[in-house]
């Protein structure tokens, strides 16, 4: 494929990750903004820091949700370091599910925890397969520019 036409659609896919609301615009643009010559795989270093920050994060979720009795205070903490988490590379669909898992959280309400967990899940994998395969298209693109 030539460098063009990867460009091209990796703008296309960057923009439909936006507009479908996956990722934050501002907030993935002010990541790029921080990548450079010294550092030039920064943002994906970033995206894998939070996906392996989430995996731990979904599972002490699921391990405090079993526990009884049902510690809402601590999976409302779990939760919130989630959220943070996602604010801080853009994951606006995923962030959007933790606010409403917290609402539950602080009514305790343990039927809606756990059926907005599986909500939770669900954002962060389809974030992360669109994030992989966008970031296998900057890698090709940057492949196709250094050849």
Known sequence: MDRNH????????????????????EQF???????????????EEIVTLFYNDSARLIQNIEHTLVNRPIDFGRLDDISHQ?????SSIGAKNVKDACTQFREYCSAENAQGCIRTLQLVKQEYATLR???????QMVREAGEAESA
């Open 6 to 25: 990867l460009q091209c659609q990796l703008a296309h896919t960057k923009k439909s990750l936006f507009d479908q609301g996956y990722i934050d615009k």
């Open 29 to 43: 643009n002010q990541l790029e903004e921080l990548q450079d010559d010294a550092n030039p795989n920064f943002v």
């Open 82 to 86: 989630f959220k943070g988490s996602c």
């Open 129 to 135: 397969r669109q994030l992989e395969t966008y970031f």
